[in-house]
């Protein structure tokens, strides 16, 4: 049986933690793999519950975390080198750029593995300055020299790899695309939908809207919110609208939506009250939020494959997005969403208000999601592609 560490950036509430737990759980017994990864942040949900429900026990690196700093990258390296050395594993598989970084330098060093990468994102643009993005596209074409296959998530993401950023040939990419368990997304979903609208106080004839992850300036909420004033002074609804999760950004986005004008709840919801927004911090049951809503929302600047649009579709909820990144490889443009140029005030808006205003749309448009992502985003399709990666790689091993 092969052995396989899998190194992932940190175990926070996300599609990385999803894939790398079932990657971990299903390619049993073909593969036997030893999970580690970094503690999530502190304004991060923890993703304990995932691996728990799979009964995976996952190796904790506590030094591992998402901002550089060289005393805590250093002490990573040398506790993941020793993982290493006393695995022996025959596949490397790092997840994301901290754990690409840190557990493909120690591979190399050990240098009897073969190493796979997969970018489930990258920052190569709107995260930082020229100078640091600059690095890291450096940083990231050195490690690709001595991974054996970098595995990219989307089609569209291969070609921002290989072509527009040059961080290997495209002969070294594999597209595999995520895979997740979405049964649970459609399933009871009048219940879910009753339950979550009573507990938040929603009328039958108001619209919820939602925008599900973390509050960091990369997503631009502040794109939804001035939609959602918009959308407030100017439809023939009623909506309400759901900013789901929490982050660096929570502050200043309650004080931006003041300045708005938006009237909004804060945190623990108390039965009776109501507001234009409610900001509820992470909500595990993201199937229920889902069940609730009318429309899923998406305004980031960047992004690898968001897991939130999956999930929508899988629950039968509609989406306007805007197209960055993987985005247009995971949805069905004006089937399940309809998908905008990143930062665009006004076509936000008119995206949302044609959903908002058009009840046989949204039913058509919510139809159309099961259908689409069912098969494609299953996890059993994922497994099958990463065994087929792996037994390649070690037919010449």
């Known amino acids: 049986m092969a052995k396989v560490l899998r190194i992932i950036n940190r175990f926070n509430l996300g599609g990385p933690t999803f894939n790398a737990a079932l990657l971990t759980k299903h390619m049993a017994p073909e593969f036997e793999t030893l999970l580690i990864g970094g503690k999530e942040q502190e304004s991060e949900e923890s993703s304990k519950h995932i691996l728990d429900d799979l009964e995976i026990d996952a190796h904790l690196v506590d030094e591992m975390q998402r901002d550089i700093g060289f005393k805590n990258d250093r002490e990573a390296y ?27 330098s120690a591979g190399i060093a050990y240098g009897k593995a073969k190493m796979v990468h997969t970018f489930h994102g990258h920052v190569f643009h709107s995260y930082f300055g020229n100078l640091k993005t600059n690095l890291y596209k450096n940083i ?16 569209r993401q291969k070609v921002e790899l290989a072509k527009k950023y040059r961080i290997c040939s495209e002969d070294k990419i594999e597209v595999i695309p995520l895979g997740f368990d979405l049964q649970k997304f459609n399933c009871d979903s009048e219940n879910k939908r009753a339950s979550f609208r009573k507990k938040y106080n929603v009328d039958d004839d108001e619209i919820a809207i939602g925008i599900i992850g973390r509050l960091v300036p990369i997503k631009n909420h502040r794109l939804f919110l001035k939609s959602i004033k918009e959308l407030k002074e100017r439809s023939s609804k009623k909506i309400r609208a759901f900013i789901v999760g929490d982050g660096e950004e929570r502050e200043n986005l309650k004080n931006y939506a003041s300045e708005l004008g938006l009237d909004f709840l804060n945190g623990e919801f108390k039965e009776g009250m109501r507001a234009t927004v409610h900001f509820t911090s992470w909500i595990k049951e993201v199937d229920w ?22 999930e929508a579709q899988a629950s039968g909820t509609p989406i306007v997005s ?16 309809l998908l905008v140029q990143k930062n665009k005030k006004e076509d936000f808006y008119h995206k949302l208000s044609s959903l908002v205003e058009n009840d046989s749309l949204r039913e058509k448009m919510g139809k159309n999601g099961w259908e689409f992502v069912h098969e494609q985003f299953h996890y059993s399709r994922l497994v099958k592609d990463m065994s087929n990666l792996y037994n390649n790689l070690l037919k010449n091993y």
């Open 322 to 337: 805007t197209n960055v990144g993987g985005v247009s490889n995971i949805v069905k443009s004006n089937k399940t969403a």
């Open 140 to 155: 990231e074409r050195a490690l690709a020299l001595k991974t054996d296959k970098i595995v990219a998530i989307s089609a």
């Open 289 to 310: 939020v889902n069940a609730g809503l009318d429309i899923v929302a998406l305004s980031s600047f960047n992004e690898g494959t968001p897991v939130s649009l999956i």
């Open 78 to 104: 040398k506790e993941i080198k020793k993982i290493i050395k006393d695995y022996k594993p025959d596949i490397i598989h790092t997840h994301a750029s901290k754990a690409g970084a840190i557990g493909r």
